[in-house]
């Protein structure tokens, strides 16, 4: 067994916490392009960055979600990301507050775009919209 092969397997474990069956998605998706490089973006992206101790992965999320909102043209991966911070316990307002916070530093229209994939992130995984709790219905 390789330290790569190490490396991989610990890596496709992080992203299938994020989200069930993404190392394979990803892996697929990849692959059409060129056979190395899901072990590039599996290896280094999860098994050795995300999976650094230092930072738990709910707030590397948070971080992630925080930075992918400041670039404002990164739609898929900021809705990947917000999906995969639901998943390991961040909640929806917390998610909320991270988007709206980026408004101070990213300017409105990251936020704006970043609250259209909060919307579809939230609906993905089935999620209320923290505005429209059952009361107000």
Not at 19 to 30: I, Q
Not at 51 to 72: F, K, N, Q
Request: proline share 5%; net charge neutral.
């Amino acid at each position: 067994m390789s330290q790569t092969d190490d490396l991989t397997r610990y890596g496709r474990k992080i992203m299938d916490r994020l989200e069930a069956g993404l190392a394979d998605k990803v892996t697929r998706r990849l692959s059409e392009f060129d056979p190395i490089l899901p072990a590039l973006i599996t290896n280094y992206a999860f098994g050795a960055v995300v999976g650094r101790p230092g930072l738990d992965l709910r707030t590397r999320e948070m971080l992630t979600v925080a930075s992918l909102v400041t670039l404002g043209n990164a739609r898929p991966q900021l809705e990947l990301h917000m999906r995969a911070a639901l998943n390991i316990g961040v909640t929806p307002e917390a998610l909320l507050e991270i988007v709206i916070q980026m408004a101070v530093y990213a300017g409105v229209p990251a936020c704006m775009n970043g609250l259209t994939a909060y919307r579809a992130a939230m609906a993905a995984t089935g999620h209320t919209l923290p505005g429209l709790k059952e009361e107000n219905l």
